[in-house]
């Protein structure tokens, strides 16, 4: 199974920040990648895709970048609605797998 | 709109079934997933289907329990749920292999 290591697992941020969160695999996904917002009590939802996609209606503010086994994702100015947990997932190979997640707190 | 909609969930004891649904429109539907999150954990892959329903992939710690299938004359995907555990409980999601979620239905698993 390709691992995908995520971090960090947390992150104590203030409005205006720049956000950087990592996904490594364990082996060549090439761009097989999707960055996923989780609020509590919600279903994840998609903001990038292809590693590097912006999802339809997703805001500019946010941004992933990276290929092989390493990747980013990068909110370029925080915003209090981006406060939730971030995942990557990689859709490379069976069995689809998930980074731990990075959950955003507001300092 | 892009909609996918899971049905089915609900409580059951140790050892039961349950048939989960997800109803899907607005997008190609392609290969496609089941996802599952435990309380206060991250997302775990439980099972995908080949478009055209041919090929099916199981985590290990549902296989031989849980089948996945689908209808593609109706855009929906089922997920039968046997011989179901107390680790089994959490929110299941249909996801399409595009990235998208349905809102989830809580299975949980008690005695």
């Known amino acids: 199974d390709i691992q995908m290591t995520q971090s960090p697992s947390s992150l104590s941020t203030s409005v205006g920040d720049r956000v950087t969160i990592t996904c490594q695999a364990s082996?060549?996904?090439?761009?097989?990648l999707n960055w996923y917002q989780q609020k509590p009590g919600k279903a994840p939802k998609l903001l990038i895709y292809d590693a590097s996609t912006l999802e339809t209606g997703v805001p500019s503010r946010f941004s992933g970048s990276g290929s092989g086994t390493e990747f980013t994702f990068t909110i370029s100015s925080l915003q209090p609605d981006d406060i939730a947990t971030y995942y990557c997932?990689?859709?490379?190979?069976?069995?689809?797998?998930f980074g731990q997640g990075t959950r955003l707190e507001i300092k | 709109e892009v909609q996918l909609l899971e049905s089915g969930g609900g409580l059951v004891r140790p050892g039961g079934s349950l048939r989960l649904s997800c109803a899907t429109s607005?997008?190609?539907?392609?290969?496609m997933n089941w996802v599952r999150q435990a309380p206060g954990k991250g997302p775990e892959w439980v099972a995908s289907?080949?478009?055209?329903?041919?090929?099916?992939f199981y985590a290990d710690s549902v296989r031989g329990r849980f089948t996945i299938s689908r209808d593609n004359g109706k855009k929906s995907l089922y997920l039968q749920m046997n011989s179901l555990r107390a680790d089994d409980t959490g929110v299941y999601y249909c996801?399409?292999?595009?990235?998208?979620w349905g809102q989830g239905t809580l299975v949980t698993v008690t005695s």
């Open positions: 607005g997008f190609a539907f392609t290969s």
């Open positions: 997932q990689q859709y490379h190979d069976f069995p689809y797998t």
């Open positions: 289907i080949s478009t055209s329903g041919d090929y099916t």
């Open positions: 996801l399409s292999r595009r990235g998208y």
């Open positions: 082996q060549d996904i090439t761009n097989y």
